[in-house]
């Protein structure tokens, strides 16, 4: 069974600074995939970034990165120049590979970003 | 543009009432899944789909039914409707042809069991 677990419920950070928010894993497959979700307060679910196991490059979009390791099992975001409207519950997921396969999410954590 | 909805986006109902919370999508997509989002829980699997006339339990399948009649719709009934339902519900749906792994979410619905 995959399990998420991020270990931070709630975070805050300076508008402009970096912040790094945590998520480990748990799974036995070998081809797999990760996400991170954005929910800002208008509750609508955003992708922000995926990461193919397969792949030892990490994922960058924009302002955002991952640290990929995967013989550790982590995966965190690093969000740089952290902007007022990044201020959201993130959410770390894990999808086994193949065509079906449902999203297993950690239980999130609060992101607040202070002018 | 593709997209998927669902409806109500709020709801309020008494206990023991059955309700039904529609989604829809236009994404073309096989896989359908309906979650739960609760405070200190995250977003949990309730039931599942992976094309027409196919319906899986997920975590928290106790007093939740689908039917998937059609590759666009997955209406998520509760039977008889418990306080314990009290939440927001989401669903979503990916591509099957493809393997990237991404879900594309509808905007939830809150149902609130007095």
């Known amino acids: 069974a995959q399990t998420v677990t991020q270990s931070q419920p709630e975070m805050s950070v300076q508008e402009a600074e970096t912040v790094t928010l945590s998520c480990t894993y748990d799974?036995?497959?070998?081809?797999?995939?990760l996400f991170w979700y954005k929910q800002p307060p208008s509750r609508q679910m955003i992708l922000v970034i995926r990461?193919?196991?397969?792949?030892?490059q990490n994922a960058t979009e924009n302002r955002f990165s991952v640290n990929f390791q995967k013989a550790a099992k982590s995966f965190s975001l690093k969000i740089s120049d952290s902007q007022l409207g990044d201020t959201a519950m993130y959410f770390c997921?894990?999808?086994?590979?193949?065509?079906?396969?449902?999203?297993?999410f950690g239980k999130g954590t609060k992101l607040s970003v202070k002018p | 543009d593709a997209e998927i909805t669902q409806s109500p986006r709020h709801k309020i109902t008494e206990t023991g009432r059955q309700v039904t919370l529609a989604c829809h999508q236009t994404?073309?997509?096989?896989?359908m899944f309906w979650y739960r989002q609760d405070l200190g829980h995250g977003l949990r699997l309730i039931h599942y789909?992976?094309?027409?006339?196919?319906?899986n339990k997920g975590e928290v399948s106790d007093g939740y039914s689908v039917s998937r009649s059609n590759t666009e719709d997955l209406p998520l009934t509760l039977e008889s409707a418990a306080s314990s339902q009290t939440s927001v519900y989401f669903c979503?749906?990916?591509?099957?042809?493809?393997?990237?792994?991404?879900?594309?979410f509808g905007e939830g619905s809150r149902l609130t069991v007095l």
């Open positions: 997921a894990s999808r086994i590979g193949g065509s079906q396969g449902n999203l297993i």
């Open positions: 799974t036995s497959e070998s081809n797999y995939y």
């Open positions: 990461q193919e196991a397969y792949k030892q």
């Open positions: 994404w073309n997509h096989n896989n």
């Open positions: 789909s992976y094309g027409v006339h196919d319906t």
């Open positions: 979503a749906s990916s591509e099957s042809r493809m393997t990237t792994g991404e879900l594309f």
